[in-house]
């Protein structure tokens, strides 16, 4: 299918951050990247891409400028910058990547690295690490590709490295490897991997932008890090795949290929296919993850507690090897 644009003006600014703006376009909910588009304001002739919000995608219903017409043209480059994100795509901009800053690490022994299958598992994660520690957020492809789109990641003020097609990171990196050894040069205790908010999804085992986690732990593993999965459970989904614990999970364990381990929390019952599993103890999740913003699939810690548990588990289990 073709790009859906469609020609507006800017009819009202709802928020607006150095990273990510909410407007309105013609009166329609939209959002905006100003370091990609340049700046944005009331009355700005622009183009938006409307596709999302016609096709009633539930994660990303609204749209999204294109370019601003106004003041968003003929706007300077990184002369320093020699990588694309994009590349070839009528989005294409060079930015400096972590590779080009100078030699990386060859390795990241004992690094805890956190593998997750759902943006949502982020806030929990990092709660159960310690909000106090240095952690470095690294985010996947395999849901938004803005890093900026995510409350989550401003309300912790985690560094944030935007790995592959993502971009809008505190800092770019060509693979999740040297994004990780960026993590371990700089002397952070743990790195959180996942996905951005939302996530491409087929009902099926494979096709399912989750799968980023797999291949975070491969990574990690390789590098000589330390792995540990993050599981995604629900006991409030309606879908059977993805009540207990999700298909999603069950394939990311699958394909590690590497020394990995799954992180349980304790009092919940596992399933008898998942053999091995370490159990943590996460009593006090809930004053731990207390003021951070907790929401999966519109369900929050009172509707479904384990979700927000087992990522807790994850963090905790991450920040012991630390």
């Not at 703006?21 to 304001?41: K, N, Q, S």
């Not at 700089?186 to 797999?214: D, K, M, N, Y």
């Not at 614990?245 to 020394?259: I, P």
């Not at 381990?261 to 996460?282: C, F």
Request: charged fraction near 20%; charge should be negative.
């Amino acid at each position: 299918m073709p790009l859906s644009l469609r020609r507006g003006s800017v009819t009202a600014i709802l928020e607006a951050g150095e990273r990510l703006v909410r407007l309105e376009v013609d009166g329609i909910p939209c959002v905006a990247y100003p370091r990609l588009t340049g700046p944005v304001e009331e009355g700005d002739d622009v183009l938006v891409n409307e596709q999302a919000r016609v096709l009633g995608l539930g994660s990303g219903g609204f749209d999204v400028v294109h370019a601003n017409l106004t003041r968003g043209l003929g706007l300077p480059v990184d002369e320093e910058a020699h990588v694309m994100k994009l590349p070839y795509s009528p989005l294409q901009h060079a930015v400096r990547h972590v590779e080009e800053e100078g030699d990386l690490p060859e390795t990241i022994v004992g690094l805890p690295v956190v593998c997750c299958s759902l943006h949502s598992q982020l806030a929990p994660v990092c709660a159960g690490i310690g909000l106090a520690r240095r952690i470095a957020y690294v985010q996947l492809p395999g849901g938004a590709l803005p890093v900026s789109l995510s409350d989550t990641v401003r309300a912790l003020g985690v560094p944030s490295v935007a790995v592959g097609p993502c971009f809008d990171g505190d800092r770019q990196a060509v693979s999740v490897a040297s994004a990780l050894a960026w993590a371990a040069g700089q002397g952070f205790e743990a790195a959180v991997c996942g996905i951005g908010p939302g996530v491409v999804g087929t009902a099926s085992r494979l096709g399912h932008g989750g799968l980023a986690a797999a291949e975070a732990a491969n990574a990690a593993a390789a590098l000589g890090g330390a792995p540990v999965l993050a599981v995604r459970v629900s006991h409030g989904d309606p879908r059977e795949r993805h009540r207990g614990v999700s298909h999603h999970t069950r394939a990311v364990v699958e394909l590690c290929l590497g020394r990995a381990t799954v992180a349980w929390p304790a009092g919940l019952e596992p399933p008898a296919w998942l053999q091995t599993r370490e159990e943590v103890d996460v009593t006090g999740w809930e004053e731990a993850c207390a003021g951070l913003p907790l929401q999966h699939m519109g369900r929050g810690p009172e509707e479904d507690p384990w979700f927000f548990a087992a990522a807790f588990a994850a963090g905790r289990l991450a920040g012991s090897l630390s």
